[in-house]
């Protein structure tokens, strides 16, 4: 199966900034996803990264908030922009590929807002 | 709609016995794949066992089994001999769609908090 480096594994974060998180994939993967999990929650989809065009958002989430790169088959960014504590939540990137029925996951990003 | 629901939020038990963590699901797709995850206190997200719709046997891996129940749509997850490295968050979910209206999503459940006790 697919191995993700997913980066950073934690941050702590002044509210009002932003901060990146990238997703690097050992082989190319057609379907790369974006889940947040706030405390104690269970993981919620924020938007499926495509390839060379716009990300597609759930709904209660905006571009704005949440801007998506995924400039090859390999390679994905999300950026938390102008951050509340209310952001406070574990990031997972999340690709279909072959093993484990298809799924695997980023380590996540434990990201504190202060 | 799909929708997955874990009705458990926490559940103890004693270490070496076995417990089970429940899973309802509902989806009108003939196909679908349910799956369960173990996230421990560092986020990971660890995969355990997969089942699909159209399998005629419930699912094993080592000390996890799947008790697939289709006609009552559940999934509940089955562990053996508990361990103190068992105590984590469960997850289940379900993929949505099959085929060309396979989207690749995962639809989670709420997850329960297991911990076993010495």
């Known amino acids: 199966s697919a191995v993700i480096s997913q980066k950073p594994s934690r941050d702590i974060c002044q509210r009002g900034t932003s901060l990146t998180i990238q997703c690097q994939v050992d082989s190319q993967v057609t379907m790369m996803f974006w889940y947040r999990q706030q405390p104690g929650q269970s993981l919620t989809l924020i938007a499926t990264a495509n390839q060379g065009s716009e990300a597609t958002y759930e709904s209660g989430f905006v571009i704005d908030k949440f801007p998506i790169s995924r400039p090859n088959l390999t390679f994905s960014t999300l950026t938390v922009s102008n951050m509340s504590p209310e952001d406070s939540s574990i990031y997972l990137c999340s690709v279909v590929s072959r093993g484990n029925h298809g799924y695997t996951f980023g380590s996540g990003t434990r990201l504190t807002v202060v | 709609a799909q929708k997955i629901t874990q009705t458990q939020p926490g559940m103890f038990v004693q270490e070496k016995e076995a417990v089970t963590l429940d899973c309802t699901y509902d989806?009108?797709?003939?196909?679908?794949?349910l799956f369960w995850y173990k996230q421990p206190s560092s986020g990971e997200m660890i995969f355990l066992i997969y089942q699909g719709s159209y399998d005629q046997q419930n699912a094993t891996e080592g000390r996890y089994s799947l008790n697939f129940q289709k006609a009552r749509k559940s999934a509940n997850l089955v562990i053996s001999a508990s361990q103190l490295g068992d105590s984590a968050m469960y997850f289940c979910a379900m993929r949505e769609g099959h085929g060309s209206s396979n989207t690749g999503k995962l639809i989670f459940g709420q997850g329960t908090t297991l911990q076993v006790k010495p």
């Open positions: 989806t009108s797709d003939p196909s679908y794949g």
